[in-house]
């Protein structure tokens, strides 16, 4: 609804303070700065997910697909705008023959990242028009296939360092502390993206996302035209996707296709519980998700060692079949009652 | 007048069904047509067939003069032919007023323009079209939460705001307070004139479709059983038949 | 890739030994489809665990066989085992997901999934088993051919098992109360049939076929704890492609999948088998959704 996203001067001010956290973060709690970064990443992450899934009605169990895609052409661009990518990952992990210095890394992620979200788009294009003519589940289970498929094709391309994955540049020790700065890239994307989407949803066409969620085929009936509606849609969120995979895999430094860049397991139904949790269909809901679920992530793995997949796993059936409608839409729910008209939560 | 929308021994069967069995028919540019018939004649089946959402098994149906029984729904609709449904369809999770904007002339603006706030006009118009059907104070409310009455009126209201060049209702006043109802066909008509919206309407209020439409076309067990004035088709020996012989 | 579709076109006999080969897996992938499309069919829920089962019912097969037992008492102990495992995931879980939209249903069967793989890992550890036989082979064209027996006994006792399975939904009472169930829930819970508990017995009947055929498959097949994902992918797109409630099409499906991913993994190597089967997961997807759309239908 245009409305619920006006910016009210509370809204302005909450903001406002968000963003002043988000800046100050990193510099007051240093030792949780992979985390934090990790945590706006995966608010990304879940936004992507919810702006087709939550938003458009089109849930996709393969959006890691993007994520990858991310990953690996930012990590190929950042070596081989220098280096030779085969002999690279031959060396597994560059030894002393394959040094970054500070303006070829930085070159390297300022061509990458935006490199990144154009593979990705052009992937998300193309699949996009057979893909998206299927609905629900088996739109659901077909995406399933083609994130774990790419995970298996990737495996096998030695190129990329087959099986056993390949490293992102070692970025130079003269550049300082190289994670400050994949936090305010991380930031900025976040922010973007949260822009970018409160925007795209204050328009019409994200009337038109949530009218192919509601009834599709009504929506084609009415002259809407659904197929270009939804790959936007699905460009769009797979262009940032690509952006937020190319840092995640500079943040963790290795990337694997099976556990890392296409790991559906992980990343691939963590976006999915996150907006779930939040509560999807809503703007807020992702970016709450996402920051409730980190937390629930970092607590499960500092005292579940071992155990912490498996927590997360019953995690997401409890979602799933007890709170579908997440944090944001149980409020939402309680606020109704109450009599008020349909309130945003702060 | 020339005919807008010409049907021509359209049939369709279904499995053994012969759903319908070579129609003709004809709606002039700006009249209103009615179309009765009891239940199982055919009449949301035809209504499918012309809106593209079930293909004919021969036939023709033009539009303009164009043929447009190949046509798939969302062509048919952009040319201008909009349809309503016996059951309600509207988009549930989101407000009766987002529902208007999302209806607003949409298959006449070049998708780019999609990517802006609703106009203040159409803005002004969806309250304005909300107001008339009695939904006004509802408007922030999620479309899933109204009645099925309500749920009508909506669609209706939604079926206008897209400003189409034919509108097909079905069964517009079922389910509708009766109060309401001849306000309803007072706006339909005031369309009619003013806009030179043509309606082809499916009804089984024999009262109000007598009132409404200028010509009526009877269907029975999937045939065309008599057309003409209202006069004439209301005191038409076989159609009086069809109605108290199906009861 | 294209010297090993070379050697496929100079030896004929390599192309038949996949071809059988193909076969024989094919009837456990029947096996775990039938029971997708038995719980699909009643309950509107798709078990994206599938595969979780299979696997975990070879896991006993190496457990027994670990012990000393013989392989084949593993059968029994596992289509019990998850067919209890069946009804409590059901009683805890999946009550609450029918009639609901099929979402949840994928995302909380998944999470199943995950929970069961990595439980799995733990216990059972991450490598890949097999249970040796020690049964041998038998050999046709001068030592050309070669059909391992035990895969043999597998491929029979799949059909024996679905062919038991048939019958009972069939003839029995509480098949047919299962069958009633899936055409009209509404009328078959007038007539007095508890749906809630048929809906458990088919879940719980599925995870034991799923058990079985995982058992079985421990004997000629690896298993490992990862494995599911693909056994769940192998049974949704036979289920596609065959229909629901087509017996007959879930077997020539899952046979040809068989065939079809043996002379796939020959082709393009090893490590692209299960890539093929995703892969062509999504095409059989596409493919289905264009024949329907031509008929201005969609894939529901």
């Known amino acids: ?346 | 007048m020339t005919a807008l929308l010409e049907l021509t021994d359209v049939t369709k069967t279904f499995g053994g069904v012969v759903a319908n069995d070579a129609i003709s028919l004809s709606v002039k540019q700006g009249t209103i047509v009615g179309l009765i018939g009891p239940n199982g004649s055919g009449k949301t089946t035809l209504f499918n067939a012309i809106t593209g959402v079930i293909p004919i098994d021969s036939g023709s149906i033009r539009f303009g003069g164009r043929e447009i029984s190949e046509l798939l729904p969302g062509d048919i609709a952009r040319i201008g032919i909009i349809r309503t449904f016996q059951q309600p369809r509207i988009y549930r999770a989101i407000s009766a007023r987002a529902n208007m904007l999302v209806s607003a002339s949409i298959r006449t603006v070049p998708f780019a323009r999609l990517f802006h706030r609703a106009e203040p006009e159409a803005e002004e118009r969806a309250v304005e079209l909300l107001d008339f059907v009695g939904l006004a104070a509802k408007q922030d409310e999620l479309a899933g939460d109204l009645s099925f009455g309500q749920q009508k009126l909506l669609e209706l209201a939604m079926a206008l705001i897209n400003e189409p060049e034919m509108l097909l209702l079905d069964e517009p006043t079922a389910g509708i307070n009766p109060v309401l109802i001849d306000s309803l066909i007072d706006r339909l008509k005031t369309a009619n004139r003013e806009r030179g919206l043509t309606l082809l309407v499916i009804e089984h209020n024999m009262p109000v479709i007598m009132g409404l439409a200028e010509q009526i076309y009877c269907l029975a067990h999937g045939r065309l059983l008599a057309h003409g004035a209202p006069d004439h088709v209301k005191s038409d020996a076989r159609v009086l038949e069809a109605y108290l012989g199906a009861a | 890739m294209i010297g090993n579709l070379q050697i496929l076109i100079d030896a004929p006999a390599l192309s038949l030994q996949l071809l059988i080969d193909g076969i024989l897996v094919g009837a456990v992938f029947a096996l775990a489809a039938y029971g997708l499309a038995l719980v699909w069919g009643v309950t509107n829920v798709i078990n994206v665990a599938q595969g979780e089962f299979v696997m975990l019912g070879g896991f006993i097969t190496v457990f027994c066989a670990d012990q000393g037992l013989p392989p084949l008492i593993a059968v029994p102990i596992a289509a019990t085992a998850l067919y209890v495992l069946g009804w409590v995931l059901f009683q805890l879980v999946i009550v609450h997901l029918v009639g609901r939209d099929m979402f949840n249903s994928v995302l909380a069967t998944f999470g199943i999934a995950i929970v069961m793989q990595q439980l799995m890992a733990h216990v059972f550890g991450g490598a890949d088993r097999i249970v040796e036989s020690g049964l041998g082979s038998w050999f046709f064209l001068d030592g050309l051919i070669g059909i391992a027996k035990v895969k043999v006994v597998v491929f029979a006792a799949c059909i024996a098992l679905g062919m038991t399975l048939a019958l009972f939904l069939a003839r029995s009472r509480a098949g047919q109360a299962i069958r009633a169930t899936a055409q009209e829930p509404r009328a078959a819970s007038v007539l007095g049939i508890e749906t809630r508990r048929v809906y458990a017995l088919t879940f719980a009947l599925n995870a034991a076929i799923c058990g079985a055929a995982g058992a079985l498959a421990a004997m000629a097949y690896t298993i490992h704890a990862y494995g599911g994902l693909a056994y769940t992918i192998r049974s949704f797109m036979i289920v596609v492609v065959a229909g629901l409630g087509n017996l007959a099409g879930v077997v020539w499906a899952a046979l040809g999948l068989g065939v079809a991913e043996n002379f796939a993994g020959f082709i393009l190597g090893a490590q692209y088998q299960i890539a093929f089967v995703f892969g062509l997961l999504v095409a059989v997807l596409v493919f289905r959704n264009w024949r329907l759309k031509r008929k201005r239908l969609t894939l529901r």
């Open chain 1, 1 to 346: 609804m245009p409305d619920a996203l006006a910016l009210t001067p509370t809204r302005l001010i909450l903001i406002a303070a968000f963003l002043l956290c988000g800046v100050v973060a990193p510099l007051a709690a240093p030792a949780y700065q992979t985390q934090l970064t990790e945590l706006l990443l995966f608010i990304v992450f879940a936004l992507a997910w919810d702006l087709v899934g939550g938003q458009m009605g089109y849930n996709s169990f393969g959006n890691v697909l993007f994520v990858g895609v991310g990953m690996y052409v930012c990590a190929i661009v950042q070596v081989g705008l220098f280096y030779n990518v085969g002999l690279y990952t031959e060396a597994r992990g560059g030894g002393t023959e394959f040094i970054f210095d500070e303006s070829q890394f930085l070159i390297g992620l300022a061509v990458g990242l935006p490199g990144a979200a154009l593979v990705s788009a052009l992937i998300a294009w193309l699949l996009g028009s057979l893909v998206l003519t299927m609905r629900g589940h088996y739109f659901a289970i077909c995406t399933l296939g083609l994130g774990i498929a790419a995970g298996q094709v990737a495996a096998g391309i030695p190129w990329i360092g087959a099986g056993s994955g390949m490293l992102t540049p070692n970025p130079p020790d003269s550049l300082g502390d190289v994670g400050l700065l994949l936090y305010y890239l991380s930031l900025g994307l976040a922010v973007t993206c949260a822009l970018t989407f409160a925007w795209l949803l204050s328009t019409r066409f994200g009337l038109a996302l949530n009218a192919i969620r509601d009834d599709e085929d009504k929506a084609e009936a009415m002259g809407l035209n659904t197929h270009a509606a939804k790959v936007t849609a699905w460009v769009i969120a797979a262009a940032f996707l690509g952006v937020a995979g190319a840092l995640y895999g500079n943040l963790v430094r290795f990337i694997d296709p099976i556990n890392t860049a296409f790991a559906g397991a992980t990343i691939g139904v963590w976006m999915i519980l996150m907006a779930l949790l939040g509560g999807r269909g809503t703007l807020l809901g992702p970016i709450v998700g996402a920051i409730v679920f980190q937390v629930t992530k970092e607590l499960f793995w500092t005292y579940m060692l071992g155990w912490q997949r498996v927590a997360l796993g019953v995690l997401i059936v409890l979602v799933a079949v007890f709170f579908p409608y997440g944090i944001v839409g149980f409020f939402r729910d309680r606020f109704k009652d109450k009599g008020r008209p349909a309130e945003e939560a702060p």
